[in-house]
Nanobody, 123 residues
Framework: QVQLVESGGGLVQAGGSLRLSCAAS????????MGWFRRAPGKEREFVAA????????YYTDSVKGRFTIARDNAKNTVYLQMNSLKPEDTAVYYC????????????????WGQGTQVTVSS
């Protein structure tokens, strides 16, 4: 079992920044690929970013490229999502997820999920 707890969400003005953290406990964190997903009001959950166990393989959805950065610290069992130049359309509940294996952009391939953290971007 892997337990995931997100933090760092909040209310920010457009153009601002937030850093989300996801603390993991349980199995060996460094063995898992990690992903960030989000669900905007009235929409399905969508892929945002993913990182492999070593940090050498990283993927982003097109809408956040150049603005968001995913990173991990295996010594702290934590994955981060640095979000800059935030837009109102980034408003969503953000979830981190863990997958034992390679990175994936597919929601159903992640076995473990956090409870989510709300990010609200005002215009």
């Amino acid at each position: 079992q892997v337990q995931l707890v997100e933090s760092g969400g909040g209310l920010v003005q457009a153009g601002g920044s937030l850093r989300l953290s996801c603390a993991a406990s349980g199995r060996v964190f460094s063995a898992y690929a990690m992903g960030w997903f989000r669900r905007a009001p009235g929409k399905e959950r969508e892929f945002v970013a993913a990182i492999d166990w070593s940090g050498s393989s990283i993927y982003y959805t097109d809408s956040v490229k150049g603005r968001f950065t995913i990173a991990r610290d295996n010594a702290k069992n934590t994955v981060y999502l640095q979000m800059n130049s935030l837009k109102p359309e980034d408003t969503a509940v953000y979830y981190c997820a863990a997958r034992y294996s390679t990175t994936s952009r597919t929601e159903y391939e992640y076995r473990y999920w956090g409870q989510g953290t709300q990010v609200t971007v005002s215009s």
